[in-house]
């Protein structure tokens, strides 16, 4: 971490970053950390080398790969999904897609996240991005919603994701092909933001984090984060208008504002007294927790 900015860096760099079953749970793993220290403003991921952010899921396993009950190498599986009578429940823990794991910590995040896509990015190398909140890339890095070219579908809740990014004719142009296709052109279709050489990605990925860290409130970033991925998925504007009332009203009652408003005025750095750990409004969360089933 380097002064509130912690970076999440990918690294199977001898297989391109690809993603297996520990690298979920490491990734869980980091991310739980981040969000529980008060000193973390926001992450960044990225990926090790120059050739791949992550380059999808690991085929070493050949045909195996997507038939989770053929591999006994997953560290997530709980048993099988599939009964004495062949039948298959569904609600199992062990049908649970792996990538899908992961955008949901990240959509739950307290922390921005940014994505610095150095190279490669396919599968689910490309999809675990989408909950990220603002996804740079290098000139040199390449996108692929690759699954119908494997016999498979978009994974990691990216038909959640995707569509609300891009639009649904791009996101059904992108996925019904399977194509690879460049930064310019991930750049055109609203997947990223920016498009930079290599040498510059990183170090503006800490500019944009290290802008947030140094000039903004911990817990109304935090609220915001939420109230924006979360209101997208409202069925009228009235239920935006009604977390945005709480949360302006509690927050106006905090050392936070006064902070705010008196920095403002005397032309100073602000020094936001609250913290994200014990400073979170009584009415959050406002939604009731999704489980599997």
Known sequence: MEDGIAVLTLYRPDKMNAFTGEMMFQMIDAFDRADAQDDVRAVIVTGSGERAFCAGADLSAGAKTFDYDARSDRPDRKGSAVGTDGSIDYSHDAVRDGGGRVALRIFEMKKPVICAVNGAAVGIGVTMQLPMDIRIASETAR????????????????????????????????????????????????????????????????????????????????????????????????????????????????????????????????????????????FFPWWDERPYE
Request: overall charge neutral.
């Open 143 to 282: 996108f692929g919603f690759v699954f119908a070219r494997r016999g498979i579908t978009p994974e990691a809740a990216s038909s959640w994701f995707l569509p609300r990014i891009v639009g649904i004719s791009k996101a059904l142009e992108w996925c019904y092909s399977g194509r690879v296709f460049d930064a310019q052109e991930a750049l055109a279709g609203g997947l990223v933001s920016e498009v930079l050489p290599p040498d510059e990605l990183l170090p503006r990925a800490k500019e944009i984090a290290r802008e947030i860290a140094d000039n903004t409130a911990p817990v109304s970033v935090a609220l915001t984060r939420q109230m924006m991925w979360r209101m997208l998925g409202a069925d009228h504007p009235m239920e935006a208008h009604k977390v945005d009332s709480r949360a302006i009203y509690s927050r106006g009652r905090t050392g936070d504002a006064k902070e705010g408003v008196v920095s403002f005025l005397e032309k100073r750095k602000p020094d936001y007294p609250v913290k994200v750990s014990d400073g979170m409004p009584d």
